[in-house]
């Protein structure tokens, strides 16, 4: 069964800092891999997805990811921190030929100082 | 025009009642989820519905029913409540296709008192 593994619980940033949040999952087949943001008090959003192509994929509000399959990973980053990205950050992985089970990590608190 | 709609937003009830939690999507899709935030932000899922038929039946105590009436709606039954049960629970829709990417609904804040 797939499973996500985000290593990074709570990670504290100043504006104009660069992010990196590590997203790793498990599942040796095809996959779909997605990154969500929950803003507090509020729903889950798609900050960006990858099925296939390209494995640089870019996304809304400057975050992009990098699919490296050698290494089951699905890295998000953006260049410059904004405070207005203090949010949760859920990484997430759909095996499209297994289940349609969509798993979510456990989730990276991501808190920017102004 | 809300793709994904969950009612009601806030639920405070006592142990041991029977609640209702509705969900319904305009999307199209064939594809229904009902998810379980915790108090750490872990979201578990707990069923997938495709089409009307149930899916995915995570190991979810069988206090809790889902209840699928047509594919646009998922509605999850919970009987007798337990405190444990506090929790935001978000329901979600997704289409089978190249990239099953799930949009939420604004989440039901459940708390058992």
């Known amino acids: 069964a797939q499973s996500v593994s985000q290593h990074n619980h709570h990670v504290i940033l100043s504006e104009a800092a660069s992010l990196e949040l590590g997203c790793n999952y498990s599942?040796?087949?095809?996959?779909?891999l997605f990154w969500y943001v929950q803003y507090p008090g509020q729903h889950l959003q798609l900050l960006l997805k990858?099925?296939?192509?390209?494995?640089l994929v870019k996304g809304i509000k400057g975050f992009e990811a990098e699919f490296i399959k050698s290494k089951f990973s699905f890295n998000l980053r953006k260049p410059s921190v904004q405070w207005s990205d203090t949010a949760e950050y859920f990484c997430?992985?759909?095996?499209?030929?297994?289940?349609?089970?969509?798993?979510f990590g456990k989730g990276t608190r991501l808190h920017i100082l102004p | 025009d809300t793709a994904v709609s969950q009612t009601p937003k806030y639920l405070v009830t006592q142990m041991g009642n029977d609640k209702s939690i509705k969900c319904e999507q305009n999307?199209?899709?064939?594809?229904m989820y009902w998810y379980k935030q915790d108090s750490k932000k872990f979201l578990k899922i707990m069923f997938s519905?495709?089409?009307?038929?149930?899916?995915i039946n995570e190991t979810v105590p069988n206090r809790f029913s889902p209840k699928s009436p047509d594919k646009a709606h998922l509605n999850l039954h919970i009987n007798s409540l337990e405190l444990g049960d506090s929790a935001v629970y978000f329901c979600?829709?997704?289409?089978?296709?190249?990239?099953?990417?799930?949009?939420f609904g604004q989440g039901t804040r459940l708390t058992v008192v």
């Open positions: 999307l199209g899709h064939d594809t």
């Open positions: 997430a992985v759909n095996a499209p030929h297994l289940d349609d089970k969509i798993i």
């Open positions: 519905y495709n089409n009307k038929e149930l899916i």
């Open positions: 979600a829709s997704s289409q089978v296709g190249r990239a099953r990417e799930a949009f």
């Open positions: 990858y099925f296939s192509g390209d494995p």
């Open positions: 599942y040796g087949g095809t996959v779909n």
